[in-house]
């Protein structure tokens, strides 16, 4: 069976700014997979070039092992855009019934509608739904097709932790069918939930690509915060183990896998040192610890990269 | 879990009418909730009517046809391309703005089908829009048109409007949502006006009675006006001035879709 998503060597430009330099990925049919990384990463641009949006400017992308502009793979696939509008006259239900008439095989309107959670906002229409509704009325454009392969180009973002929770769930729901679901976030937490595999991008190539278990292990680190007597200078870190730095005035804030070693050093150099807190980072300074350009980070990262 | 998947491996679209006539019906719902547009659209003939149709209905001119009807098939190819212009032009610069574009360009809708849907949509509120000054020239102006005289005119309405189409098209795909009521309105009124749709071409300016035959809309009203009144031009030359500014208008708007496709989706 042939992948449902391929990205070989891809690369994409926008005029001098270059937003995905060689991506190589392959994601198998019937798997979740959850794409991370900070805005301007490539994410969506990754996205785009496997739904044929965008053309690779080298590379190649392939859905279902089709070009991705062609009608036949596009029939399997659903998307959630980030940037993204339907006629706001319409309800709920008939936008529902329109996005159906497109798709050969489409699901009832009623299961769409139960997935999404809209039930109630059935005869609403699309322009007074709130922003989490819509996101949820999207969500319901994206699967009434019954598509084969899903993509969610960050989902929940606008939605209230509780609308959060359920679509999550939904998510789940659909995955179990073995449905495959591409999924961008920027929130550590959804793709731990979720996904099978995280794939974490950064300025425009894949630098992990693992179980989350296997990213979190690999950033696991220590916040360490610390006042100091005078402000310092990102130069008097140089050559530390640290993977972020947040220097405010004399305020210092820095992730690191190794504290001691970097504590040892700023005593031998004389900056003494208050308030001091060493606590394990979460979830979310993992990630930036992972994604940050800072001091040693990005040279290690290049490495992981290449 | 993967079972599913494997036992169906068949490739397959969903026919295209069926794409196009829930477009179709889309787009009609969107008029019918807000009609604002529509409305405004369908009373501007009806009241033209009453200005310039109304006091002269039951004259005649010299070769014995009748100016109500003339002003009514003005009027009426007046409402037909504006609706064509504003609507379609209008529309597509929304659907742009609020990108319901880049939506519908992840589905497996294709391109062509929203251009007709769209084209589709218009063409039915211009049917409307004829009906209703045409009852209304009728019960308030007491003109008499033989029923298949009028099949013939709005056959004629229709057919000669779709070169205006284009410039619709073209406004909807070349200028933001902001310009794209003004611009319309820059480029159509004065066409209307300068072709002699509202008042006679005799009564124009000399200038603009000079630049006149190179309008399309001159010759559009040409076509709508043949065989109910003599005209300046034969039926044969109106057509192939029609298809001329067709050919002008739609390359226009092909360049234009072109330019915005290649912005938002290469």
Sequence with gaps: ?306 | MSTAIASTPTFDVAPAWRIVLAQIKATLIGYWRLPTFVIFSMALPVMFFLFFGLPYAHDKLPDGSSVGVLVMANLAAYGVSSILVFNVGIGRAQSRAQKIDLLQRATPLPGWAVIAADTAGALVLAVISVVVLSVFAVLAGGISLGFGDWVLLVVRLILGALPLLGLGLAIGYGTGVNAAPAVANLIYLPLSFASGLFIPLQQLPKFIQQIAPYLPTYHYGQLVRHGLTPTDESLGTAVLWLIVWGVILFGIAIRAYRSDVARKFS
């Design chain 1, 1 to 306: 069976m042939e992948p449902a998503v391929e990205l070989i060597d891809a690369h994409k430009s926008y005029g001098s700014v270059q937003a995905l330099k060689g991506v190589n990925l392959a994601i198998p049919q019937g798997e979740l997979i959850a794409m991370l990384g900070p805005n301007g990463a490539g994410k969506t641009t990754a996205i785009s070039l496997m739904l044929g949006l965008r053309k690779p400017t080298a590379g190649r992308a392939l859905l279902l092992g089709m070009d991705p502009t062609q009608r036949r793979a596009r029939s399997r696939c659903g998307v959630m855009l980030q940037e993204s509008g339907v006629n706001g006259a319409l309800h709920v239900r008939e936008l529902v019934d329109l996005f159906r008439a497109y798709y050969p095989r489409p699901m009832p309107a009623d299961r769409a509608i139960g997935l999404a959670g809209l039930r109630e906002q059935a005869s609403m229409s699309a322009s007074k739904l709130s922003g989490g509704q819509r996101q949820r009325l999207y969500y319901a454009l994206a699967v009434c097709g019954d598509p084969d392969i899903l993509f969610l180009d960050e989902p929940t973002v606008g939605m209230d932790v509780e609308s959060r929770r359920a679509f999550l769930d939904g998510i789940k729901e659909f995955a179990a069918e073995g449905k495959t679901i591409v999924l961008t976030t920027h929130y550590l937490e959804e793709a731990d939930e979720l996904a099978q595999r995280v794939v974490v991008v950064d300025r425009g190539v894949v630098i992990a690509d693992a179980s989350p278990a296997e990213i979190k292990g690999k950033v696991a680190g220590k916040r360490v915060t610390f006042d100091t007597d005078r402000a310092l200078g990102e130069e008097d870190f140089r050559g530390m183990p640290i993977n972020h730095l947040e220097l405010r005035g004399s305020h210092v804030r820095l992730l690191s896998n190794q504290p001691e070693p970097v504590l040892g050093a700023l005593f031998r150099r004389d900056v003494s040192i208050r308030n001091l807190e060493v606590v394990g980072a979460d979830l979310e300074e993992a990630f930036l610890a992972l994604t940050s350009h800072d001091v040693e980070a990005a040279g290690a990262k290049e490495e992981a990269a290449g």
